[in-house]
């Protein structure tokens, strides 16, 4: 066994990561994966690789497309109708709903890899309060920098947060049936906490359907709110420009007949835009 490899595993095996430095390597290999890396799990990444294609009208060949590129798309979802889910104003469900489903796929890929890849494993043993301070020490660089202004700065800082109070209080919810504190928590946490709970199955005798369909809705809500407020917001340089660089290269006939979206509903205002 090579040294490198060795320090990984001694690293992945760590109960938790709060290094900012060690973070943000971290995060760059994830974002910088190809998205075809995922495809050893055949039935999930088919799925989400044939809705980003179908709802965006791009070509099903997406070999070339990054994790950072996928999650750039998964930010404009909510301005595409092809992505809206069945009942949502009945549920009173708002546009940004619409990113959820596809974020709960990318959970599911990360809580699978994380036990075949020890850099995504390494991603699921970040502490959460280290990566919140993580994710406010960047955002405060960028504004520092004047890379962003002051309001898209205070808008991602407030998304953050609100993140970090609503992922609380469901652990603490989580924590009587023996889960782990927000204290302790790890990403990975915060992931498989949210995904057993979309796991959950419903019988008549256990509760009432209201009730278990909230608890459902909440934890996909839980995910979108953590792949898009507290991953791809505030890390990911996305603009309208960069969409469409992304789309128009995998398209025979760029914007020919471009698909709709309403893009004032998307993951576009408040990401940190390069002016």
Known sequence: MSKELEKLENMAAATCITDHDHI?????????LP???????????????????YGFKIDPDMRKLSVEDVLILIGYEPGNHFFDPPDADRKGLNRKFNSAGHSYVM?????????????????????????????KKKVEEEYRNELVPFSICRNILHKVDEFKHKTGRYLSDLSQTGAVSENEATLGDVISGALAVCGRGWGCPTKPLEIYASEIIESYDLLNRFFMD??????ICSDRERFQEIVTRYIDKPFNNPVKI??????????????
């Open 230 to 235: 507290a991953v791809r917001t505030p890390l």
């Open 107 to 135: 959970a599911l890929l990360i809580s699978i890899f994380s036990k075949k890849d020890i850099r995504i494993k390494e991603f699921t043993r970040i502490r959460l309060s280290a990566y919140v301070e993580y994710l």
């Open 262 to 275: 309403d893009f004032e509903t998307c993951y576009e205002h408040g990401g940190i835009i390069r002016q």
């Open 24 to 32: 943000e390597r971290i995060i760059n290999y994830l974002f910088s």
């Open 35 to 53: 998205f075809s890396y995922f495809e050893k799990d055949e039935v999930r990444y088919r799925f989400l690789r044939d809705n980003l294609c």
